[in-house]
């Protein structure tokens, strides 16, 4: 059973030899590469040769491929921020008013974005040199959700959700970030990825009441779930934070795998996720950035404990967000090795 075969094993919920396993090491594929993160993340090939060094370095079972959280934001008119020693961040809003939605009309011309194009190019190399050997998944950016809050800015969008005369336009705002997903994606999917994934962390318990969350966010990440089965590919969703009391309506946006992190209560969420949902996660990113490698051997073995031990199918192992550029190796490799 190679890598491929493990994760679609997993994501079907059929016998596996073993958990497969993920890294999203975006940011330390940066480091890597020696550039900084503002040529890295438009480096296609920077980009790919790095994600290649760490597979050989660690043998994980899933590459997620991305550079950063502004790719869409960029190409959907917001201002970018690219830094020398971090990804890039969407800079100001790309409509100033609720009444100029219907300007956003989303075609394949976001596909040219500087961050777009380079992030397609990555997957195609990969797909090229690595092949159904391992699984890739090319990240498709933002959630719908989160994406408007780019577009449109956090502080106007959350106090307008509570004005119900704008109720229409935000619904037309969210339509226009699910039809940029799903052009994003399906290039993706088209480039080689044999899936995609979206983090919708501004919708979580962090920011969103459950009810605000099952109402403004889950329907518009299931349309763009709908539509990536229809391409005959597999979606992801993350949403950082403390998930435990939204993980039922998570379950209903219909993403094949729920990336979780270190702050959802996994022995009261899990019982209701197994045999129907595929979880991955959740590794503190600070336990492997900071901690030893016995911590993170611990940390890993309880999460073990919780589903099921190493051969549990529905699960994929990894960190619950994404890890920090000085990261060591050797915690990786004690995360890793636990399954092994």
Not at 8 to 33: G, W
Not at 103 to 108: A, C, I
Not at 296 to 309: C, D, F, H
């Amino acid at each position: 059973m190679n890598s491929y075969e493990r994760c679609m094993a997993a994501m079907h919920f059929q016998q596996v030899d073993r958990i497969p396993t993920d890294l999203h090491n975006f940011m330390m594929c940066a480091k890597e590469s020696g550039e900084p993160f503002s040529e890295f993340v438009l480096d296609a090939e920077g980009m790919a040769k790095a994600q290649m060094r760490l597979l050989r370095e660690f043998g994980q079972d899933m590459l997620l491929i991305e550079n950063g959280t502004a790719a869409l934001a960029e190409a959907m008119g917001c201002g970018g921020i690219y830094r020398e020693k971090d990804c890039p961040v969407a800079h100001g809003a790309a409509i100033d008013s609720l009444k100029d939605v219907r300007k956003l009309k989303p075609d394949e011309r976001i596909l040219e974005s500087p961050l777009v194009r380079a992030n397609l190019e990555t997957v195609r190399i990969l797909k090229r040199e690595l092949g159904d050997s391992v699984f890739l998944m090319g990240r498709g950016d933002q959630g719908p959700f989160s994406l408007a809050a780019q577009i449109y800015g956090m502080n106007r969008l959350l106090e307008d959700l509570l004005d119900e005369e704008c109720e229409e336009e935000i619904f037309e705002l969210l339509q226009a970030c699910v039809e940029a997903e799903k052009i994003y994606c399906r290039a993706l999917l088209e480039a080689g990825a044999h899936g995609t994934s979206l983090g919708d962390s501004t919708a979580g318990p962090d920011v969103l009441s459950p009810a605000l969350y099952e109402k403004f966010a889950m329907p518009f990440e299931r349309q763009v779930a709908r539509y990536v089965h229809g391409l005959g590919g597999t979606l992801a969703l993350h949403i950082c934070g403390n998930a435990t009391r939204i993980i039922d309506r998570m379950m209903l946006a219909e993403a094949d795998i729920l990336e979780i992190d270190q702050k959802t209560d996994l022995a009261e969420v899990f019982p209701g996720m197994k045999g129907r949902q595929v979880i991955l996660g959740q590794i503190s990113p600070l336990t492997l950035f900071q901690g030893t490698e016995e911590q993170v051997r611990e940390e890993t073995g309880r999460m073990l404990g919780i589903v099921g031990g190493k051969r549990q199918t529905g699960v994929i192992l990894g960190p619950g967000c994404a890890m920090g550029t000085e990261t060591p190796y050797g915690n990786v490799k004690a995360m890793l090795g636990i399954v092994r």
